[in-house]
C-alpha cells in the first residue's frame, strides 16, 4: 500500500462483527474506522471521508439501504453491503441503489476482502482512465474496443462486445441483470434474462477454456454476473476457444 | 329501483290511489249504466265493491281512498235531490252515514284479511323451510356440511347476507363489513351470546354464537338490513331457532372435540414454526462473528507456523459452517411447511445451478474426487435458481454424507425424453452407502432417516424432503435410485423443458447483431 493508508469505514451495530472485521482490515494493511448507527455512519462519511464502506443492513436507527441512497446522493465511495440471509430480489435492489457488491452474513474474511479489493480498483480505474484491462488471458482495448485472449485478437459482435464492456468496467463485482439488459437492449428488455444468457453462452465458448467451467465470466445465480481476474487455472488455446 | 324505501312506499300508495279511483269510475259507469236500462235509483251499494276489492288488493288507504270517493259519489248520484251533494232528507242523511259506516269497515275487514292471509302463507313457507333445514342437518356427514347448511338456511330467512366465522371451514372475517369487523373480534372473546351492531349503512348486524354452550362452533354474522324494534325481535327469534336446532346437530355430532383438537394442532405448530424462525435468525448473528473471527485467524501470520493450531482453526471454521447448513436447512424446511414457497421463475443456464451448488459445498466435498459431466448445449429453464440450487446442495451433501472419503461422486447435467415431456435433468451420483428396497421407498419423507445411518451419521432427515419441495414447485421431479446397499446412490432432479419457443426469437436477436457487426 501507499505511505497513506487506506481506510474503511466499517457500520455495524453488532460489537463482535466490528471487532473481527477490524482486525481482518487491519492485517490487510487497512485503517479502521467504526459506526454503530445509519446517523453515525453518515456523519463519518461526511466529516472523515474513508477509501471503503462496508454497510451492515440491520442498523438500529434506519434502514441499511436508506443510508446506501443517502450517502450514494454525494459519495462515489467504494461500498460492500452486509446482510443476513438477503434474497435475490434483495441484492438486486440494493445492488440498483449502487452497492458495488454484497456478502451475505456469515462469511469469510478472504471473501469479503476480495470483494473490497475489487471495489476499490475498479474506482482507481475509472480515475485513470486506464485503456486496457486483463482478465486472466483476456484482454479488453477499450479504446481500440478490440478484445484478444492469449494476444490472438477474438472477433465479437458488437452485443457480444458491449456486454463484456460493461462487465469489465466493473471489473471482479457483480452486474445486475437488468443493468446488463437495460444497458444493452433498453428499458423494454429488462425482464428478458433469456437474451443475457444466450449471449454469455456465446460469449463464453469464445473466452473460456471450458465454457461449462467458467473462470473469467463467472454467474451469481439470481443476482447477475462478474468479471473476474484472479485466475491461476490453465490458460485457454485461443483457436479452440474461438472455435467453438 | 334504487329509490329510497319511503319515496318507494308513497309511490306504491299514489299508485293503489289511483287504481281505486279508476275503480270508482268504472262502478259509477256501471251504476248509470243500470239506471239508464233498468231504471235502479238505489244503488249506492254496489259502491262497496270497489271497496273490497281496494281493500283486499291495494291495502288501508286505498281502500279508504274508495269509500270516501264512494260516499261522495253516493250522495251526487243515489240520495235525492239527485245531482247534488245536498242531502233532502234526515232519513236520507242517516242512510249516507250508514253506507259511510259500512264502506270504511268492510275496507279495514278486506285489508286485513289480506294481511292474514300473505303471514300465514309466509309462516307456511318457513315451516316448510325449517322443516328442510332440519333434514338437511341430519343427513349432514360433517361439520363442514352442518355449517354450510345454517348459511343457506340464514341467508334464505334473512334474505341477506350471512357469515360464519371462527369454525372450521367457515368463511373469514374478510366477507364482513370494515364498520362491524372489530365487534366479531369482540364477539369471538367475550361471554355474550349476541351483540347487535349497525354498519356504515345504517344496516344492522346480528353477531351471535351458533350455540350457546360451545364457543368452538364460532359466530355467525347476519345482515338484517334496516329494521324497526319488532322486526328485529321477530328475527332474532326465528335466527335463534334455527341455530338452537343447528347446534343440537354439531353436539350429536362430537364436532367440537375435533374442532377444538384441530385449533390445538395449528397453534402448537405455529409456535413452533415461529420458534425456528426467530432462533434461526438470531442464531446468524453470533455465527457470523465465529466464522468471521476464524477464517482471520486461520489466515493470521502469527498461526501459520503451527500445523495443529491451523487444524484447530479450521474445525472451528468448518462446523460453524455446517452449523449455518443447519440453520439454513431449518429455515427452508419452515418455509415448506407453511406452503410459502414461492418460486421466483426466470430464464436460467442450468449449468450456472450446477456449479454454484458444486461451488457452496466446495469444502464439503474435499476428500471426494468429483466429476463434473455437464452438456454444454442444454437449453436454459424457466425456474427458480435459489430454489433449484439449494435442492441440489442437499443432495450433493447427503452424497458426500453417505460415501467413505475418497469415494468419487459424478455430477451431470443432461437433456432427457423426447420431443414433449422433455427435461433437463441434474443428477449427482455417488459409490456410498446405497438403499435397500425399503429405504428407497420412504426416503424423501420429512424427518425420515435410514435406520442404518440414525447412529452413525448426523443429519435432520430434511434434506432430501426440502429438495423435494423446491423441485415440484418448479414443476419437476425427484428420482432416487440405488442398486442396493453399499452399491452407491443417484438422485436425479427433472426440470421441464420449455425453451422451444423462446430459442429462435433469440437467435433473430443475434443475427440482428451479426449484421451490424459487418458494416
Aim: no cysteine; glycine share 6%; aromatic share 4%.
Amino acid at each position: 500500500m501507499s505511505e497513506i493508508p487506506t481506510s474503511v469505514l466499517v457500520v455495524d451495530d453488532e460489537i463482535q462483527i466490528r471487532r473481527f472485521l477490524r482486525t481482518g482490515f487491519e492485517l490487510d494493511g487497512f485503517q479502521v474506522h467504526e459506526a454503530e448507527t445509519g446517523a453515525e455512519a453518515l456523519r463519518a462519511a461526511t466529516m472523515k471521508p474513508s477509501d471503503l464502506v462496508i454497510l451492515d443492513l440491520g442498523l438500529p436507527d434506519m434502514d441499511g439501504a436508506d443510508v446506501l441512497e443517502r450517502l450514494r446522493a454525494w459519495s462515489t465511495v467504494p461500498l460492500i453491503v452486509l446482510s443476513v440471509r438477503a434474497s435475490e430480489d434483495e441484492k438486486v435492489r440494493l445492488l440498483e441503489l449502487g452497492a458495488d457488491d454484497y456478502v451475505v452474513k456469515p462469511f469469510g474474511m478472504a471473501e469479503l476482502l476480495a470483494r473490497a479489493h475489487s471495489a476499490m480498483r475498479r474506482q482507481l480505474r475509472m480515475a485513470r482512465g486506464e485503456p486496457i484491462i486483463k482478465f486472466g488471458p483476456l484482454a479488453i482495448d477499450f479504446a481500440a474496443r478490440a478484445v484478444s485472449i492469449n494476444d490472438q485478437r477474438l472477433p465479437l459482435t458488437p452485443k457480444e462486445y458491449r456486454l463484456l464492456q460493461i462487465l469489465a468496467q466493473h471489473s471482479g463485482n457483480v452486474v445486475t441483470h437488468q443493468f446488463l439488459l437495460r444497458e444493452i437492449w433498453g428499458n423494454e428488455h429488462v425482464d428478458d434474462t433469456h437474451y443475457l444468457r444466450i449471449f454469455v453462452r456465446k460469449l463464453r465458448r469464445k473466452i473460456e477454456a471450458d465454457p461449462t467451467q467458467p473462470r473469467i465470466l463467472l454467474t451469481e445465480l439470481g443476482v447477475g454476473y462478474r468479471l473476474v481476474a484472479s485466475d491461476p487455472a490453465p490458460v485457454p488455446q485461443p483457436d479452440q476457444a474461438a472455435a467453438q | 329501483m334504487q329509490l329510497n324505501p319511503r319515496l318507494h312506499d308513497l309511490g306504491r300508495e299514489v299508485r293503489g290511489i289511483l287504481i281505486a279511483l279508476v275503480l270508482i269510475a268504472a262502478t259509477t259507469a256501471a251504476l248509470l249504466l243500470l239506471r239508464h236500462y233498468f231504471g235502479i235509483l238505489r244503488g249506492s251499494i254496489l259502491y262497496l265493491v270497489p271497496v273490497m276489492i281496494a281493500g283486499y288488493e291495494l291495502g288501508m288507504i286505498p281502500a279508504l281512498v274508495t269509500a270516501i270517493a264512494g260516499v261522495f259519489l253516493s250522495g251526487y248520484l243515489v240520495f235525492s235531490p239527485l245531482y247534488t251533494f245536498q242531502i233532502a232528507s234526515p232519513q236520507e242523511a242517516l242512510n249516507l252515514l250508514l253506507f259511510i259506516v259500512v264502506a270504511v269497515v268492510v275496507s279495514h275487514l278486506s285489508s286485513l284479511a289480506k294481511q292474514h292471509i300473505q303471514i300465514a302463507q309466509k309462516r307456511e313457507q318457513e315451516m316448510t323451510d325449517l322443516y328442510a333445514f332440519s333434514r338437511r342437518l341430519a343427513a349432514a356427514p360433517s361439520a363442514a356440511e352442518i355449517f354450510v347448511a345454517i348459511q343457506d338456511h340464514l341467508a334464505n330467512l334473512v334474505q341477506r347476507k350471512v357469515v360464519l366465522l371462527g369454525a372450521a371451514d367457515a368463511g373469514g372475517e374478510s366477507d364482513v363489513p370494515e364498520s362491524v369487523r372489530s365487534t366479531v373480534t369482540r364477539a369471538g372473546h367475550d361471554e355474550a351470546l349476541e351483540h347487535i351492531v349497525e354498519d356504515a349503512n345504517t344496516d344492522t348486524w346480528l353477531i351471535r354464537r351458533v350455540s350457546p354452550r360451545t364457543p368452538d362452533f364460532g359466530l355467525v354474522a347476519v345482515d338484517l338490513g334496516k329494521v324497526t324494534g319488532g322486526e328485529l325481535a321477530d328475527m332474532r327469534h326465528r335466527i335463534d331457532d334455527a341455530l338452537a336446532d343447528a347446534a343440537a346437530t354439531l353436539e350429536r355430532l362430537d364436532v367440537a372435540r375435533a374442532l377444538n383438537e384441530a385449533k390445538m394442532r395449528s397453534e402448537t405448530e405455529l409456535l413452533r414454526e415461529a420458534l425456528i424462525g426467530s432462533v434461526s435468525h438470531e442464531l446468524r448473528t453470533p455465527l457470523a462473528s465465529i466464522l468471521g473471527a476464524a477464517t482471520i485467524l486461520h489466515n493470521a501470520p502469527a498461526l501459520a507456523r503451527d500445523e495443529r493450531l491451523l487444524a484447530l482453526t479450521a474445525v472451528v471454521r468448518d462446523e460453524a459452517e455446517r452449523l449455518n447448513i443447519d440453520i439454513q436447512n431449518l429455515l427452508d424446511a419452515t418455509t415448506i411447511s407453511r406452503q410459502q414457497v414461492r418460486p421466483k421463475l426466470q430464464w436460467v443456464e442450468p449449468i450456472d445451478i450446477v456449479n454454484a451448488a458444486v461451488d457452496h459445498r466446495r469444502r464439503r466435498l474435499t476428500g471426494y474426487p468429483v466429476t463434473l459431466d455437464l452438456d454444454s448445449n442444454l437449453p436454459i429453464v424457466h425456474v427458480d435458481p435459489a430454489q433449484v440450487e439449494q435442492a441440489l446442495v442437499q443432495i450433493i451433501d447427503n452424497a458426500a454424507k453417505y460415501s467413505p472419503v475418497g469415494s468419487p461422486i459424478r455430477i451431470a447435467a443432461h437433456p432427457h425424453g423426447h420431443s414433449h415431456g422433455r427435461t433437463v435433468v441434474l443428477s449427482v451420483h455417488d459409490t456410498g452407502a446405497g438403499l435397500t428396497q425399503e429405504e428407497r421407498r420412504q426416503v424423501g419423507g420429512r424427518f425420515f432417516r435410514g435406520p442404518r445411518h440414525a447412529v452413525t451419521t448426523s443429519g435432520s432427515g430434511l434434506g432430501l424432503w426440502i429438495t423435494k419441495a423446491f423441485i415440484s414447485a418448479n414443476g419437476g421431479k425427484v428420482e432416487v435410485e440405488s442398486d442396493g446397499v453399499d452399491r452407491g446412490t443417484t438422485v436425479s432432479i427433472h426440470l421441464p423443458m420449455s425453451a422451444e419457443e423462446i430459442m429462435p426469437e433469440v437467435e433473430s436477436l443475434d443475427a440482428e447483431a451479426m449484421e451490424s457487426a459487418a458494416e
